[in-house]
């Protein structure tokens, strides 16, 4: 068990799915608010519902954590329907499928803001 975190408002991207999905539920069933941030609206969507459901606590936020300005406003848009910001995870990543040699500049731009720059 992680410890309890009532009290506490906790940001997950990647949230919509896999990792992201498991932390943002456990983090919830350990009394925290949960932020779901994630690109696709409608597997955020489904997170929130599966928090609800268990009698937690959740809001979806759509972002791209790749975008300088939606974190931004990602962070601006919890603290003001919660007051504050107390756990920030970082999960939400890209994986481009393509060989190292055959990499486009745009792919390599992607996954260094999602994968990278983001948790700045």
């Known amino acids: 068990m992680i410890g309890d975190l009532s009290g506490k408002v906790a940001v997950v991207t990647g949230a919509g799915q896999g990792i992201g999905e ?7 069933k350990a009394g925290a608010k949960i932020v779901v941030a994630t690109r696709t609206a409608a597997n955020g969507q489904e997170t929130v519902n599966a928090i609800l459901s ?10 791209d954590v790749g975008a300088h300005n939606a974190v931004d406003e990602m962070v ?16 939400a990543a890209v994986y481009p499928l393509y060989s190292i ?7 390599l731009d992607q996954t260094l803001s999602v994968n990278l720059k983001a948790a700045f």
């Not at 040699?101 to 792919?107: G, K, R, T, V």
């Open 101 to 107: 040699e055959d990499l486009p500049d745009d792919a």
């Open 76 to 91: 601006a848009a919890t603290a003001a329907k919660y007051g504050r910001l107390d756990i920030m995870v970082h999960n």
């Open 22 to 28: 498991g932390i943002a539920r456990l983090f919830a």
């Open 54 to 63: 268990d009698g937690g606590e959740a809001a979806l936020i759509q972002t």
